[in-house]
């Protein structure tokens, strides 16, 4: 279970994290990755969509079933065909959005274990030093925490695909796959914390699970930013990140 608290606290905390950014002038560390993010988000949109149609008339070429409705020469078979054809991408792209968030995490994770220092620093009002022996093993350590989280959502999504057939409780699957993706987003942002308080990764991933609700409460907003085309995809990474630390130094649990 979670605390309902934790989660207001955790959206709250964007607002704490849009005030620290404007007082201590970091829209730099904002924009940069930011921009980065748009444009590799894009670009996938655009890739992923522009292949999917190539790979779906490969899959179906694959099928004699093909033949067989050509044959047909029947407008209604050839409607089903190309509607399952519109379905097999639309899936593809849903898959694209679900996954393009760890790949980003994967790529950004030096930048986003450095903000988080920084944030972290300028609240306690001192300076954490620079080792590149550090930077490399927490981007070492961003990177094995993404891909954990990336295989157990995974398991836990093909899960309620299944049981998204069985009538009634199908209806809540929708909902529940917004709130396991929110989950593993914010479990993200609040390990850059926990690595920096030298917390393993076992004992950053009981942390986190005694504290689902700022896990849950981050990564919902982070949801939400990204239904503001460009605006919020640009703004959410950072924010997210920033608005973690923010929390976990008010309720100075680490």
């Known amino acids: 279970m979670f605390s309902f608290r934790e989660v207001i606290a955790a959206i709250q905390c964007y607002g704490k994290a849009h005030h620290f950014i404007t007082a201590n002038k970091l829209w730099k560390w904002i924009l940069l990755p930011g921009i980065i993010y748009c444009l590799l988000f894009i670009a ?100 094995r925490i993404s891909f954990r989280n990336m295989v157990f959502q995974t398991i836990t999504l093909l899960l309620l695909f299944l049981l998204s057939f069985i009538p009634i409780l199908g209806w809540i699957t929708p909902l529940a796959g917004f709130f396991i993706e929110a989950y593993f987003f914010g479990f993200s942002m609040m390990d850059y914390s926990c690595e920096r308080h030298r917390m393993n990764m076992r004992q950053s991933i009981t942390f986190i699970k005694a504290h689902r609700g700022m896990a849950l409460g981050n990564g919902i907003v982070f949801y939400l930013f990204m239904f503001i085309p460009v605006l919020g995809w640009a703004l959410a990474p950072s924010y997210a990140v920033i608005a973690a630390t923010i929390h976990l130094q008010d309720k100075r649990l680490l």
């Open 44 to 143: 996938g949109i655009y890739f992923v969509w522009s292949y999917s149609g190539e790979f779906v008339e490969y899959l179906l070429s694959l099928l004699p079933l093909r033949t067989w409705i050509q044959d047909l020469e029947s407008s209604w078979v050839s409607f089903v065909f190309i509607l399952l054809g519109l379905c097999i991408r639309l899936i593809l792209m849903l898959l694209y959005f679900a996954y393009f968030k760890y790949f980003f995490l994967i790529l950004g994770s030096p930048l986003f274990a450095y903000l988080s220092e920084k944030t972290e620093a300028i609240l306690q009002h001192r300076e954490f030093p620079f080792s590149w022996q550090e930077f490399l093993k927490d981007m070492v350590r961003g990177i």
